[in-house]
């Protein structure tokens, strides 16, 4: 199993960016995708998460109305549209895959949001 993030960077507040998740080794379309954070100094958060179906997301009540994410079956690639930053969302974004019981994780990708 590999998750490789890509799509951080640096961005004011308000601006936007687009996290995305290639995957491999399993069958991506049949398993729930999740974007976690981690902030400096605090605990591993979920931002969202995709059911395989792609029906029923379900967001992080600070992020809701302005992260959206999304996967592409056919890329084995999810991803996750950062609108309206602000600064609390300065974090290391990671995607998360879990396979009978078991977690993967990628490498993270760092997002700043700064002035």
């Known amino acids: 199993v590999q998750l490789v993030e890509s799509g951080g960077g640096l961005v004011q507040p308000g601006g936007s960016l687009r996290l995305s998740c290639v995957a491999s080794?399993?069958?991506?379309?049949?398993?729930?995708m999740r974007w976690y954070r981690r902030a400096p100094g605090k605990e591993r958060e979920l931002v969202a998460l995709q059911p395989s179906g792609g029906a029923g997301t379900n967001y992080a009540e600070s992020v809701k109305g302005r992260f959206i994410i999304s996967r592409d079956n056919t890329k084995s690639t999810m991803y996750l549209q950062m609108n309206d930053l602000k600064r609390e969302d300065t974090a290391v974004y990671y995607c998360?895959?879990?396979?009978?019981?078991?977690?993967?994780w990628g490498q993270g990708t760092q997002v700043t949001v700064s002035s």
């Open positions: 998360n895959v879990r396979i009978w019981g078991a977690d993967y």
């Open positions: 080794g399993f069958t991506f379309s049949t398993y729930d």
